[in-house]
């Protein structure tokens, strides 16, 4: 199975940039990390979406993000980035990285990390 762990989230000034990492340990070489994916969470907001990635490449931001945000992925690594540029007070959040994948059974299943913590100032 499949098991996230996040790093990078720190406090920065604004108008900085910072980088955020997401490991995806897989133990078994039949689960399929299909999507990996950014989300955040201010307080008394729900969840949002922020970037996602396909296997292949394709990427996807939300409206709020594009054009200073950019996803990557290393599938060798089995990790996901997001490089944030530009950074709003208001991308102050907790950044939980996800992933969708597909067991040996092709059974879809979504994992979340515990999170990194971004505070723009």
């Known amino acids: 199975h499949v098991q996230l762990v996040e790093s990078g989230g720190s406090s920065v000034h604004a108008g900085g940039s910072i980088m955020l990492s997401c490991n995806a340990s897989?133990?078994?070489?039949?689960?399929?990390?299909?999507?990996m994916s950014w989300y955040r969470q201010a307080p008394g907001k729900e969840r949002e979406f922020v970037s996602t990635i396909d296997r292949d490449g394709t990427t996807s931001y939300a409206d709020s993000v594009t054009g200073r945000f950019t996803i990557s992925r290393d599938n060798a690594k089995n990790t996901v980035y997001l490089r944030m540029n530009s950074l709003k007070s208001e991308d102050t959040a907790r950044y939980y990285c996800?992933?969708?994948?597909?067991?040996?059974?092709?059974?879809?299943?979504?994992?979340w990390g515990q999170g990194t913590q971004v505070t723009v100032s």
């Open positions: 897989r133990y078994g070489d039949s689960d399929d990390i299909r999507y």
């Open positions: 996800a992933t969708l994948f597909y067991d040996g059974s092709s059974q879809i299943h979504n994992i």
